[in-house]
């Protein structure tokens, strides 16, 4: 592929933007060379302005469950912009979105909308702070909660990737007030508790982390991470930010039973625009302003366009089933990689989840932050670049999870599996 003018196009971006961008793991800085500049997308493909196409499977990291330009979404879109793109006011599709919502996902009994992941962990930690009057916060090592300074601490996704887990300009005494231990370790978080327990406000937690790659909870995890929050008064925050609606249509809490304090839910619920929620229970939610002391607000928190695109898209999943027809669809390409990995003699972890998966370079099993590190990273940039540069759009990154859409043709499919062949034989001969 000739990537000339996303090449040039990436040199002037960086006079202008750090790094050349605006997130971090776009710049390809953990697997080398220039990101290609994208110029549009439509269904499962993405374009960039040197007129290549991908089949892409990062879908802006997990909103877009029917793909690009899908038609609900954009005439949603289009009616409301064509009446107004924000008015600081209440609109009924800010109700409307927010019923949608707490019915999809019953633990959420009350929801305030918000503009990102960032903010909806952000205010979450702050309501649990609020509520219990405890100021520590446990969270597991290898996730990340965005960037804000009380969970920029251990975290994963482009932090990880930049070898820059503890961000500079986090406040010392603010990094002190959270707890790291790793993720699916029981006795940690046992003895965490019992040693201060009653300075714990709440632990937060991925159900499913996704920002190590996707990793799974061991059996009975979550049963013991719920019954110890319980025993210590300590609220239980579950942020499905990209678990929401992607592993399953009620989100990770659905599969493992688990019945969360708060719930931070975005990507899939914004149909590709920002936004994002809060919610949880009535008497929690009900120290959120204006109707209790703990103060949160933003300009344009629910505007008209977020919550038509949001409508749109949660509607459209329920109606026609989208999440059980993309389970079924990842189900397919995870084995026919799996099986591609096995015949190249490349030892993989594959980890599936719903229309999630993750591909790690490991012969042993992947269950936190430490296993994910001990992956072979040289092993992923070979396969990144290769399977690039046969028109495969992945994340760029170990650390990320992939995502399929409804648009994702059987054809895209076999496309996939065909490509990984040739990029784990390029990993296989690298190695000898």
Known sequence: MIHTQSEAAFTEAKNYIPGGVNSPVRSFRSVGGVPPIIAKGKGSKIYDIDGNEYIDYVLSYGPLLMGHVPDCVTEAIKTA?????????????????AKLVCRLVP??????????????????????????????????VGCYHGHHDSL???????????????????????????????????????QVFAERGHEIAAVIMEPTPGNMGLVLPKEGFHEALRAITRKYGALLICDEVMSGFRSAQGGSQSLYDIDPDITCLGKVIGGGLPVAAYGGRKEIMLQVSPAGPMYQAGTLSGNPLAMAAGIAALTYMEENKVCEKLESLCAILVGGLEK?????????????????FTVFFSAKPVTDFASACACD???????????????????????????????????DIQKTIDCAAKAFAEVAAARK
């Open 152 to 190: 920029l601490v251990k975290a994963g996704s482009g932090a990880t990737t930049l070898g820059v887990p503890d961000s500079p300009g986090v406040p010392r005494a603010v990094a002190e007030t959270t707890i790291t231990i790793p993720f699916n370790d029981i006795e940690a978080l046992e």
């Open 81 to 97: 912009a064509e009446k107004g793109t924000s008015y600081g006011a209440p609109t009924l599709a800010e109700t409307e979105l």
């Open 107 to 140: 633990s959420m009994e009350l929801v305030r909308m918000v503009n990102s992941g960032t903010e909806a962990t952000m205010s979450a930690l702050r309501l649990a702070r609020a509520y219990t009057g405890r100021d520590c916060i446990v969270k597991f």
């Open 340 to 356: 591609a990995a096995k015949t190249a003699g490349v030892p993989v972890q594959i980890h599936r989840l719903g229309s999630m």
């Open 377 to 411: 990273l040289e092993a992923f940039k070979i396969y990144f670049h290769s399977m690039l540069e046969q028109g495969i759009y992945l994340p760029p990154s170990q650390f990320e999870t992939n995502f399929l859409s409804l648009a994702h043709s059987p054809e």
